[in-house]
């Protein structure tokens, strides 16, 4: 087909019909190349064959909505509040990869309020972030949870200051690493990884620690009042926090470590109400209702006679049925009353508290 253009106007506007007709070519191809990919992937999927790049994926994600990802965790965890002060806030540009050697093959690695033991913390952490050569760094972990008299201040755990780079171990040490010693009864404690972006080398000798540092007291710390102090030569930059609580190795940290008594904390419990025994109590389990009114030390006495009755104290814990919820109701037992049937299975299947008819253990 021959086209014959008689002015510039239709030579511009067959151009423009080009154009549109290629770009619309091109999309179509990217979109038939995007379908094939996808399908060769649901497929790898299904297979269990597919493959993923954790190391690409984790770029891909803190280059995207990581700062405010870790922004609005870290707010739901009160990290701000109870390091900078209320209603104060940064956003943690630079990403850390932190990591505690598990063993010889694996490690535990720290993220945004994951759990972690005392136990995978012992060691002091591998700690990687990307800087310039000719930049300076400080890095700062600490416990706002766990002081033992003032619950406004912090422990401090770790402290390396003038940082060249992204060289942890070229930083100068202020105060050696103490793993984690949440106290038994105080639930899970937030551990934090703050990194500052210095603006020139600083003089850090007032944070200087004794090496190594065994004394709580000159581990406490307040991130409000360091930052007032240095707050015209250092940024907050970066942000990284587990979770933690009581595990064995708390208990040799204060007996080896640190000299001294481990303090335990339960929790004081209110008394239980008990109501007004009524004579005829409407939908009630008959015998759950009278134990109520009963001394718990004579319910768990006859728990106790139960379990030495066909028993020797120096013989193994007993095992449990293998089909306990077979149960042949033979001759007088059919016609025992359903309460009766009941407390028979929970015997058998060792629920509540005839638990200790299997095991040696405290407790209701």
């Not at 007709?21 to 190349?33: N, S, T």
């Not at 972006?197 to 065994?214: G, L, N, T, V, Y």
Request: hydrophobic content about 30%.
């Amino acid at each position: 087909m021959q086209v014959i253009l008689t002015s510039a106007k239709q030579l511009i506007s067959v151009c423009q019909l080009l154009s549109k007709l290629l770009q619309r070519e091109k999309k179509h191809r990217i979109y038939e190349k995007h379908n094939k990919q996808k399908a060769e992937l649901e497929q790898a999927a299904r297979h269990r064959t597919l493959r993923i790049d954790m190391e690409e994926m984790k770029k891909d994600f803190y280059n995207t909505g990581y700062t405010n990802q870790l922004k609005i965790v870290a707010e739901h965890y009160g990290i701000f509040n109870d390091l900078f002060g209320q209603h104060a806030f940064f956003n943690p540009r630079v990403p850390l990869n932190i990591t505690f050697d598990f063993d010889e093959e694996f490690v535990s690695p720290v993220n945004c309020g994951n759990l972690l033991k005392p136990a995978e913390c012992t060691g002091t952490p591998k700690v990687t972030y990307e800087a310039a050569e000719d930049s300076w760094w400080s890095l700062v972990l600490t416990n706002p949870d766990g002081h033992l008299t003032d619950n406004t201040a912090e422990y401090l755990h770790w402290f390396v200051g003038n940082i060249p780079g992204g060289d942890v171990e070229k930083g100068d040490v202020l105060c050696d690493y103490l793993q984690p010693f949440p106290c038994r009864g105080t639930g899970w404690h937030r551990y934090v990884f703050t990194l500052y972006k210095q603006e020139s080398k600083i003089d850090f000798s007032a944070e200087k620690r004794e090496m190594p540092c065994h004394s709580l007291r000159q581990r406490t710390f307040q991130t409000t009042e360091f930052y007032r102090t240095y707050e015209k030569d250092i940024t907050p930059a970066g942000l990284a926090f587990f979770q933690a609580d009581w595990d064995e190795t708390v208990t040799d940290v204060y007996h080896n470590t640190l000299g001294m008594k481990e303090p335990v904390f339960e929790f004081d419990w209110p008394p239980l109400h008990i109501s007004v025994q009524k004579t005829v109590p409407h939908k009630k389990p008959f015998n759950l209702y009278l134990d109520r009114y009963r001394d718990s030390k004579e319910i768990a006495t006859e728990i106790l006679m139960a379990r030495l009755k066909n028993r020797s104290p120096f013989e193994e814990e007993p095992t449990r049925r293998k089909l306990p919820n077979i149960i042949p109701w033979m001759g007088e037992e059919r016609n025992l009353p359903s309460w009766k049937k009941t407390q028979i299975r929970k015997e058998r299947l060792g629920m509540g508290r005839y638990r200790h008819l299997y095991e040696n253990k405290p407790g209701p």
